[in-house]
């Protein structure tokens, strides 16, 4: 079969994911490992219990008018600043409280409003899209721009709607694929075992995934 990550390369491997990306991703991970120090320095305690806070108020359902709830989550994901407009945040809670979990439906009805900046031109929101699929499942990764500049998925491709929305969602299995590899490398093992306890919280607060999505975040935030 075709290798679930470059998607290049033949592999007989049973989980679908060459030599060649295993090499990559196992040298990633000793990576990671090296810097543990400065990446655990790097995450703020308070981030940590925002992530909970988000994750119990998220489960009341009540997210439309929960005011609290989305006033953390903007601050939390940095949602501020990154060129989004109210129009586009009271649509994301909207799907979110929907509990949309079609990727190409959320970025489609996010890719309909437009920017705040001056072109106010659309776009294709990836970033916060996986931030709502995440709330809604929290085994499913996030992408953002300092795990991006760990993971390097990329930039959308294309140049109408649907094939820039497509090219998404197909970047968005390959992550879900890299994370999965990543998470079964003894070093990144240790490091979730290590973040648990450094942080005291175990797989019911905090995900596998989000476990790894802090120390991901973090370590792109030192290689800026
Ligand atoms: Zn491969």
């Not at 806070?53 to 489960?59: I, P, R, S, V």
């Not at 939390?76 to 989004?84: E, I, M, T």
Request: glycine letters at 4%; charged letters at 35%.
């Amino acid at each position: 079969m075709i290798c679930k990550i470059c998607g290049t390369e033949e592999t007989d491997n049973p989980d679908g994911v060459c030599d060649d990306c295993k090499k990559r991703i196992n040298a990633l991970a000793k990576k990671i490992k090296n810097e543990k120090e400065k990446i655990f320095n790097n995450i703020r305690k308070e981030e940590v219990t925002a992530y909970i806070f988000l994750k119990t108020e998220f489960k009341k359902d009540n997210i439309i008018s929960n005011y609290l709830f989305r006033f953390v989550f903007q601050s939390f994901y940095r949602l501020d600043g990154s060129g989004l407009s109210q129009e586009h945040k009271d649509r994301f809670f909207e799907l979110l409280h929907e509990k949309q979990d079609n990727l190409s439906e959320i970025l489609l009805e996010l890719y309909k409003i437009k920017r705040r900046t001056k072109k106010g031109k659309h776009s294709v929101q990836f970033s916060f899209a996986t931030k709502l699929l995440h709330t809604l499942d929290n085994d499913k990764p996030i992408l953002d721009s300092n795990v991006n500049r760990v993971l390097k998925i990329g930039e959308t491709k294309g140049e109408k709607r649907t094939e820039r929305i497509n090219s998404r969602v197909k970047q968005y299995t390959i992550l879900q694929n890299i994370i999965q590899e990543l998470l079964i490398t003894p070093e990144i093992k240790k490091l979730k075992d290590d973040f648990r306890k450094k942080f005291n919280v175990d797989n019911t607060d905090i995900s596998d995934v989000k476990v790894l999505d802090f120390i991901l975040w973090s370590y792109g935030d030192l290689i800026k």
